[in-house]
């Protein structure tokens, strides 16, 4: 028997909470594990959870009561790095947008999508996708299209370090990080202070949105002959 994969809904809104539980309801191979109206009461729940009650993934609203979706998004992604994140907004304003996907988003729909196309995105997600609105999907082109890569001369970073950065700017976390790399987490937190101390930065997500205001993440791909 294929097993399910499990939802957390959190959404502030009851009607468009109960449309998309019908929904997923008429949707084979997923489930509405639980759902919320507040991310401070989700991100207790995720962090009491046990590893084989943590969901699958979670539709997220970023404009919640109280703790925004984004400002949940970081601690969604740190107490269950293996759960998948939709961002499920009605916002597709151009800085939800990038600090979503660089806090590690798996997925961006607007709330004017179908609650069919909300239905693909989880399975896309889930299949290794990465669904994006098709109007999103557009400004990311343009905006990455629009940021001229750095000279190499001026890559502040060092090889090492732009790989770190890009796989933070992936979502992961310092000791998935160090699994994927062969390296010791030690080592990574060192790098990742390095990167903060270079960027001028305090955090993951500054340091994220600075390597894209300077073009480091076409560098790294430069570099690395992609």
Do not use: C
């Not at 992604?77 to 798996?106: C, F, M, Y």
């Amino acid at each position: 028997m294929i097993k399910s994969v499990r939802i957390m809904l959190v959404e502030d809104n009851p009607e468009y909470r109960e449309a998309v539980r019908l929904a997923l309801e008429q949707s084979q191979g997923v489930e509405l594990s639980r759902q919320f109206g507040t991310a401070e009461i989700a991100l207790r729940s995720i962090r009491n959870a046990t590893p084989s009650e943590q969901p699958d993934l979670i539709l997220l609203d970023l404009r919640l009561p109280g703790m925004s979706g984004l400002e949940a998004l970081a601690g969604f992604r740190e107490s269950a790095p293996h759960t998948k994140v939709i961002i499920l907004t009605q916002s597709d304003n151009e800085e939800d947008v990038l600090r979503a996907i660089a806090l590690g988003a798996s997925g961006y729909l607007l709330k004017s999508a179908t609650l069919d196309e909300i239905a693909d995105g989880i399975r896309t997600v889930m299949s290794g996708g990465a669904p994006l609105d098709k109007g999103v999907a557009k400004f990311i082109l343009e905006s990455l299209q629009t940021r001229l890569p750095a000279d190499e001369d001026q890559v502040p970073l060092s090889q090492r370090e732009l790989e770190i950065i890009q796989l933070l700017a992936e979502g992961l976390v310092k000791k998935e990080i160090a699994r994927q790399l062969g390296i010791g987490y030690s080592t990574v937190d060192t790098h990742v202070a390095h990167i903060y101390e270079k960027l001028n930065v305090s955090n993951a997500p500054s340091a994220v949105n600075q390597a894209h205001r300077l073009g480091l993440f076409h560098a790294s791909k430069q570099r690395s002959g992609q």
